[in-house]
């Protein structure tokens, strides 16, 4: 750490500071702006200031589209947390098994799913998920007879269920199978005794980290169900998350104003949570240095 | 007793690990059967692995008559013009913030936390408001400007993070034998995170390559798509040309998994540092 003159260090940060300036922080505070204005579809050009209102009719009523897309992300991320971090653990404790060989190939063939774009993952499983033609019902067709199907995406509780499965699947920290795989387990009590306390500074942020990543989620559900199914027209659908909802109501109802309002709360809760993970595995206090 | 827990609990794991890589595998596979496969045969009632009479066909058609070409052209462009300008954008940034003292340092670390934690989805919003009012809107140079609100908060922090692992003796060292701020920085620094940089490249590469939710928003017109909007736009609710995605996806996403499955090793701390933006 060594102090230059003040013209120096505003040289060397000026690129990074205007560009992030101009380009990501002034979006966000003019996200603010809108979020006290009406502007939607109708007050495109000439909306006005509202105050409050748009933070009002998000948060008045409990059962309000606010309420209900949180709670339900927040069951998504509940169940997919342990989903993601014991089907994560058992690999990579499966991984570093003496018996097992092969272990470079298992540990790179397991993470492909990182590797594929999100766009192509998505088509291809909700083709698998489709009630005539995917995978799954034909494998389904072969044990319970020639009309069988399941309503993998049709039903809303199907749906919620189909989706957090492939969330899990999709969010499982991969860290963990290079972090087990230098601190050893075989036996049980190993296991609890040993492995887990060890792999506790993996665990931690991989799991805030992933639980971030769930929360946020849009393509995995957007793009195969895109938030339904739907049971009215004026609640949100069965996987109708909180990115889903507001990618939905900004670019297909144009509310610009209320989901600006939405995206400070939601951005606040998040910012929360970051640095509160952050500070928890003791990265700012050592910034602070 | 112990018959069962020498070949019994192996055999288990096996099980379970042939269960994960049908999931992790499975779906990769599944695209390159379909690439091959001639006409609508996927759309069958019963389950058929690989096709009956493998063709080219659809290598040929995305080729020919769709704008494929033009797409991995606006893809290659945005993708190398968002790498470019986030690189060069933040690596001084980067590395003031790795060995300046200075005031309002730490304001700065929390800001750039705070943005990372805007989610791009919402960021989104009113960057579509702004490129609409500046009439950048439909334009691929928009979104690169999008892609960019993303990029340099990232590689700030991804070198940042490198450059705080290289020895600060090496630099200060250098300091006190006389060599400037600026060569310390273009002579020792910057040769020395020749690995980070390549990565956190690759990764803005990826990134932009592989992003359909700003392209679907700030892309109008189907000469201007980059390749995951094209794609996406060639199904509908109704019906999907598997035949043609699947070749499509072949062409733009083996190149870069390869890339992605060869360096994993590297991308490790980069995915841990930036992948917090969903």
Partial sequence: MYRVRALTTLSYLSPMIIGVGLISLYPILYNVYISVTNQNLYHFRHYTFVGLTNYQSLLKTVDGDFFIVLLRTFLFVAICIPLFLGLGMLTALALNHPAIRFKAFWRVALIVPWAVPSYITALVWKFFFNGEFGTFNQLYRLVAGPHAGLPWLSDPNWAFASIVLLGALQSIPTDLYEAAAVDGATAWRQFWRITIPLLRPAILPATVLSAILTFNTLNTAYLITTGGPFISAAKPGATEFVMVYAFREAFQLFNFGYIAAFAVVIFFMLFGVTLGSLRFSGLVREEAR | MRVLSRVGVPALIYLFLIAMLIFAVFPVFFVIQAAFRPGQSLYSLTLSLWPDKPTLDNFTYIWTQIPFPLWLRNSLGVSVGTMVAGLIGSATGAYALSRFRFAGKQMTLILLLAIQAFPSVLALIPIYLILKTIGLVGSPFGLVLA???????????????????????????????????????????????????????????????????????????????????????????YRVPWGYFAAASLIVSLPVMALFLGLQRYFRAGLTVGGVKG
Avoid: H
């Fill in chain 2, 147 to 237: 892609y960019m609100s993303i990029a340099l908060v990232f590689c700030t922090w991804n070198l940042k993070g490198y450059f705080d692992t290289i020895p600060r003796d090496l630099d200060e060292a250098a300091l006190m034998d006389g060599c400037t701020v600026g060569q310390a920085f273009w002579r020792i620094i910057l040769p020395l995170s020749v690995p980070a940089l390549a990565v956190t490249a690759l990764l803005m590469f990826l990134t932009a390559w592989n992003e359909w939710v700003m392209a679907s928003v700030l892309l109008l017109d189907e000469n201007t798509y980059t390749v995951p909007v094209g794609l996406w736009g060639l199904q509908n609710d």
